[in-house]
Structure formats: C-alpha cells, structure tokens
C-alpha cells in the first residue's frame, strides 16, 4: 500500500532535509523505482513492528510474573515512544546537519546527488537516532532478565552491533564505528546508572 504514495513520501524527505527532487539524478533506469520500493519497505517494517512486539510479548506472557509483565509492558511502550521521538529528531535535525556537512566539505567537485543514495542517508539518519534513543530501553531489560551481570555487555554488544550494521546506509568501516562508537556510549552509560541505583 505504502508504495503508491512512495513519490510523495521522497519529495515531502527532500523537503525536510532542504532539498528538490529536481537537484538529484539518478544514474540507472530503475533507480528510482528502487528508492520507492526501499522507501516502502523501510516503512512497513517500522509501522509492523508494534505489531511484532505485541505478537513476541503474547506469546512470552504466560511464563512471566506480574512484575515482569509489567516491566515488559513498560519497556515496550517507553521504547516505542523513545523510537518515535528519536526518528523525528534525526529526520528534522541530524538528517540536514548531516548532509549539509557532506555536501559542504567537497571544494573541489560540485555534488551532483543520486537520489537513491540521498534518501538512504536520510532515513539510515531518522532510523540510527531512533534505535540509539532506545539503546537505554533495550540495554535496562537485558540488565533485568540476564541472571550473570558479567554477561550483560556480551549481550548487548551483539545487539548494538546487529542494529549498527542495520541502521547505516552503507556497509562503510567509518560509518559503523561512529554508530557503534555512540551506541556504546550511550549504552555503557546506562549500566553504569542502573548499577549505581541497584547497588550492584
């Protein structure tokens, strides 16, 4: 459904970050219809995932306790908004920083932007602040359900790893260790607090 209106989802990106759909060119045939189908498939999996979480929490729910349901009903919801507001605050801040600096550090050659390429930056931009405001969520339920704290950042790990190599538009070596390297932070800041309010 979401691709019939892929055209107008690129030009109102475009607009956001500052940018006309006439300034970009696409260098093969297909490319367009590329970023349409990308567009749409980037947005049927965010918009499905309530619906996986829910289906992921109905079917733990009968091996939970209260204080655990509760704490995953919690976290679910607190994730989900911190998502949102992460996604909104990389499409209408970072996204335009972002390519305002790529843009702006070539002296030598004028940018002659692919729109495909564009429109991955700015929603590989939305995506990264949405799952890294949500690094602190994901990072407290580990800390909850894992038994051997010593074990906790193991898990973690793989999980940032996982969504860094998601969330970045290309496989490239300096992008991913900026994500990972912010994911990181944020992730080992939040243990460091949940162990100081623990005791542990």
């Given at each position: 459904m979401i691709i019939s209106f892929a055209s107008k989802i690129i030009i109102q990106l475009l607009d956001t970050v500052n940018l006309d759909i006439n300034e970009l060119s696409t260098y093969s045939p297909a490319e367009y219809f590329r970023t349409k189908i990308y567009v749409s498939l980037v947005l049927s999996l965010v918009f499905a995932m309530p619906l996986w979480l829910l289906s992921m929490y109905n079917f733990a729910?009968?091996?939970?306790?209260?204080?655990?349901?509760?704490?995953?009903?919690?976290?679910?919801?607190?994730?989900?908004?911190?998502?949102?507001?992460?996604?909104?605050?990389?499409?209408?801040?970072?996204?335009?920083?972002?390519?305002?600096?790529?843009?702006?550090?070539?002296?030598?050659?004028?940018?002659?932007?692919?729109?495909?390429?564009?429109?991955?930056v700015i929603i590989s931009a939305s995506l990264f602040t949405g799952l890294l405001l949500t690094t602190p969520v994901i990072t407290l339920i580990v800390n909850r359900v894992v038994d051997n704290k010593k074990d906790i950042r193991k898990y973690i790990y793989t999980l940032i790893l996982f969504i860094a190599i998601i969330a970045t538009p290309k496989p490239s070596m300096i992008l991913n260790l900026i994500f990972l390297t912010a994911f990181v932070i944020v992730a080992e800041f939040t243990i460091f607090v949940a162990r100081r309010f623990n005791g542990n």
């Open positions: 729910k009968p091996g939970l306790t209260a204080s655990e349901k509760k704490n995953m009903s919690f976290a679910f919801f607190t994730g989900l908004v911190f998502f949102a507001i992460g996604c909104v605050v990389g499409l209408y801040f970072l996204a335009p920083k972002l390519l305002d600096y790529m843009m702006n550090e070539s002296e030598v050659v004028s940018p002659n932007l692919s729109v495909h390429e564009t429109i991955k």
